[in-house]
């Protein structure tokens, strides 16, 4: 079935640090890809989506692009802020009206 | 965005009790809402899929009849479980999806259950 493989944390950065968050995927087809991201004591957001190869998705600094030759979705963002300290999700859609796959999920710390 | 709201944020209950957790779409409408089970430092497991007027489909391994779901409108799910135990203990979280758009799916704040 298809699986979400994403770097395990935590992961600990310092202030304007370049983030990497390493994600990968195994689907049949052409799926939608996303990052959530779930702040301390809230429900997950939408980060950013891409939905079909060599999209990029950005928000808020963050980038990701589709990788299908390498069935990537890394997540990128420069310079980091203690306000990103979160814990990060890839996911997957296969097709529209389908549950999404997650990976496990990466914690990142942001330290000033 | 969209708003998806769960009730209650935390409940703490003894066991044999059960407990019913609302979803709601605040401001759309919702043919369909999954719910989900989060362990701790853990990714999120699918439980099951609600569909608006029909049963819910579970997953392999989750007991339907330890946790009923009821989609009741388009804008409420429910999740009940029945005759709670200590290791139902978990973060519950429900998403909705709207009447169009691929991905477009909205997530709940979670509620938090602790059975004593």
């Known amino acids: 079935g298809d699986s979400v493989t994403q770097m395990e944390g935590p992961v600990t950065l310092s202030e304007e640090a370049f983030l990497t968050i390493n994600c990968t995927y195994t689907a049949t087809g052409y799926p939608s890809l996303f990052w959530y991201v779930q702040y301390p004591g809230e429900g997950l957001q939408l980060l950013l989506k891409a939905t079909k190869a060599d999209d990029k998705g950005s928000n808020k600094g963050f980038e990701a692009t589709y990788r299908k030759e390498t069935t990537s979705f890394h997540l990128e963002k420069g310079s980091v802020q203690v306000s990103d300290s979160a814990v990060y999700f890839c996911a997957l859609e296969s097709s529209g009206n389908t549950p999404l796959v997650f990976g496990k999920g990466t914690r990142l710390s942001v330290i000033a | 965005g969209a708003v998806v709201s769960q009730h209650p944020s935390r409940v703490i209950c003894k066991s044999g009790t059960s407990v019913k957790i609302e979803c709601r779409s605040l401001d759309f409408q919702a043919t369909t809402m999954f719910w989900y089970r989060q362990f701790p430092k853990q990714s999120l497991m699918l439980m099951a899929t609600?569909?608006?007027?029909?049963?819910?489909?579970?997953e392999q391994g989750v007991e339907k009849d330890k946790f009923l779901i009821n989609h009741a409108s388009l804008t409420l799910s429910t999740l009940t479980v029945t005759s709670a135990h200590p290791e139902d203990s978990s973060f519950y979280i429900c998403?909705?999806?709207?009447?169009?758009?691929?991905?477009?799916?909205?997530f709940g704040p979670g509620t938090r259950l602790t059975v004593l």
């Open positions: 998403s909705a999806m709207g009447l169009a758009g691929v991905g477009e799916q909205f």
């Open positions: 609600s569909n608006e007027g029909s049963k819910a489909t579970y």
